[in-house]
C-alpha cells in the first residue's frame, strides 16, 4: 500500500495532536508500505508553523520532515493538472487539497488525513481511498 499525507496528518504528527500515533504508525512502516507528500502540501504545512511559530521553528520542522520517511513529489505533471483542476473546481477545495486528492488518485495512493470537513463529500463520491486519523 501507497500512502500520501494530507498537510493535517503532518500537522498531526509534528505537533502531537491526536491521531499523531496512527501517522507515526504508517511512517514507521514506510519500508514496505512507501509514504509520500506533494511539495504543496509541504508549504502548507510551512506556512502554518510560519505564522503561528516563526521563521526560526519553521525551519526546523523543515529539517525534521527531511529525517522522515516521506519521499516528497515535487512534480506537476498534465495528468496533475487536470484531475487537480477537476476536483478543486467540483468541490471547491484549496489548490493544495486539490493537489494532494489528484496525486492519490494517479499514483493509487491511500490519503492520509482528519480533515472530515473537506473530504467526507470527496470520500463518497470519488474513488479515492481514506485513512482516517480521528
Known amino acids: 500500500m501507497l500512502y500520501i499525507l494530507d498537510a493535517c496528518a503532518l500537522i498531526?504528527?509534528?505537533?502531537?495532536?491526536?491521531g499523531a500515533d496512527f501517522v507515526e504508525t504508517v511512517l514507521s512502516s514506510a519500508q514496505s508500505n512507501p509514504v509520500i507528500m506533494h511539495k504543496l502540501n509541504l508549504l502548507e504545512v510551512y506556512y502554518g508553523f510560519y505564522k503561528d511559530c516563526g521563521k526560526e521553528k519553521?525551519?526546523?520542522m523543515l529539517q525534521d520532515v527531511q529525517k522522515l520517511n516521506i519521499r516528497i513529489i515535487s512534480d506537476?505533471?498534465?495528468?496533475?493538472?487536470?484531475a487537480a483542476g477537476r476536483l478543486k473546481a467540483t468541490y471547491k477545495i484549496s489548490l493544495a487539497d486539490a493537489v494532494c486528492l489528484a496525486q492519490a488518485g494517479l499514483a493509487e495512493a491511500t490519503i492520509v488525513s482528519s480533515d472530515h470537513h473537506e473530504f467526507d463529500i470527496i470520500d463518497?463520491?470519488?474513488p479515492l481511498n481514506f485513512a482516517w486519523l480521528r
Do not use: G, H
Not at 498531526?12 to 491526536?18: G, H, I, K, S
Not at 506537476?76 to 487536470?82: G, V, W
Open 12 to 18: 498531526a504528527y509534528l505537533t502531537n495532536e491526536p
Open 58 to 60: 519553521a525551519a526546523e
Open 76 to 82: 506537476i505533471s498534465d495528468e496533475l493538472i487536470l
Open 124 to 126: 463518497k463520491n470519488e
